[in-house]
């Protein structure tokens, strides 16, 4: 059964850094495609990164430069460092997994983790 549990998250002052995990179970997370992706109430949900089943890696334009995403094989998990965050970056942050042939055609599909708050404030 594939599991994806978060943690880390919570409020920051605008130019701090915070970091999330993802601990994936279930599935052989190295090799398939991940994503996080964040969403505020209201919209839809934006990409941040996407590392798909070859190891390549796509950041959305708005983190590019400040976001960097690294998996620890022996802790079996998948990080996401924020630095320089401003208010945009405020949302539920999820980690995602497809393992199907294809990489998150769509960002609601696969499976998700159970989101983590971002607060950024000025």
């Known amino acids: 059964q594939v599991r994806l549990v978060q943690s880390g998250g919570g409020s920051v002052q605008a130019g701090g850094s915070l970091s999330l995990s993802c601990a994936p179970s279930g599935f052989i997370y190295s090799d398939n495609c991940m994503a996080w992706v964040r969403q505020v109430p209201g919209k839809g949900r934006e990409k941040v990164v996407i590392?798909?089943?070859?190891?390549?890696?796509t950041y959305g334009d708005s983190v590019k430069g400040r976001f960097t995403i690294s998996q620890d094989t022996a802790e079996n998990r998948l990080d996401l460092q924020m630095n320089n965050l401003t208010p945009e970056d405020s949302g539920i942050y999820y980690c995602g997994a497809d393992v199907g042939l294809a990489c998150f055609e769509s960002l609601y599909e696969g499976y998700w983790g159970q989101g983590t708050q971002v607060t950024v404030s000025t």
């Open positions: 590392r798909d089943s070859s190891g390549r890696i």
